[in-house]
């Protein structure tokens, strides 16, 4: 049973002709940034209003990178949560924090991201990503 959907943004930007890739440090642990979805809120627009609120970043969505559903709590009251990541991509802002957020690139992503789900979330938008430009260059020949 699903008791509650969050949302994730796996978002990248363009620096010196490569993607970088937007992580936020809790703790030990670097992550994809997650947020909670506000009453009347869509998902999408959660993930806008996080990344703008919380990390300073300016973005719009491209698409939806997946989506996964986790079990939060202790055992015998734990609560079904569900994930919705979105692809984005800054169009403004930086994130000022360093403790907090850092772009790095796809392959220090990869090392850095401790969950599977959310190393699997980064690979689907980067596979996205990569389409895209095909397509893309396609069009322009």
Same mark, same amino acid.
């Given at each position: 049973?699903?008791?509650? @959907?969050?949302? *994730?943004?796996?978002?990248?930007?363009?620096? #010196? !002709?490569?993607?970088?890739?937007?992580?936020? #440090?809790? *703790?030990?642990?670097?992550?994809?940034?997650?947020?909670?979805?506000?009453?009347?809120?869509?998902?999408?627009?959660?993930?806008?209003?996080?990344?703008?609120?919380?990390?300073?970043?300016?973005?719009?969505?491209?698409?939806?990178?997946?989506? @996964?559903?986790?079990?939060?709590?202790?055992? !015998? /009251?734990?609560?079904?949560?569900?994930?919705?990541?979105?692809?984005?991509?800054? /169009?403004?802002?930086? /994130?000022?924090?360093?403790?907090? !957020?850092?772009?790095?690139?796809?392959?220090?992503?990869?090392?850095?991201?401790?969950?599977?789900?959310?190393?699997?979330?980064?690979?689907?938008?980067?596979?996205?990503?990569?389409?895209?430009? #095909?397509?893309?260059?396609? #069009? /322009?020949?």
């Amino acid at each position: 049973m699903i008791d509650k @959907t969050k949302v *994730g943004t796996v978002a990248c930007r363009q620096h #010196k !002709g490569s993607t970088e890739w937007l992580l936020i #440090k809790l *703790g030990n642990d670097w992550e994809l940034p997650k947020g909670e979805i506000r009453r009347g809120e869509s998902s999408v627009r959660a993930a806008i209003r996080y990344l703008k609120e919380e990390i300073g970043v300016k973005a719009t969505v491209l698409d939806e990178a997946g989506n @996964t559903t986790v079990s939060t709590g202790q055992k !015998g /009251s734990q609560q079904g949560q569900k994930l919705i990541y979105y692809l984005m991509k800054r /169009s403004s802002g930086k /994130s000022e924090s360093q403790e907090l !957020g850092s772009w790095v690139t796809f392959t220090s992503a990869c090392k850095r991201l401790r969950l599977i789900r959310e190393q699997k979330m980064l690979r689907q938008a980067s596979s996205i990503l990569k389409e895209w430009a #095909k397509i893309k260059k396609r #069009k /322009s020949l």
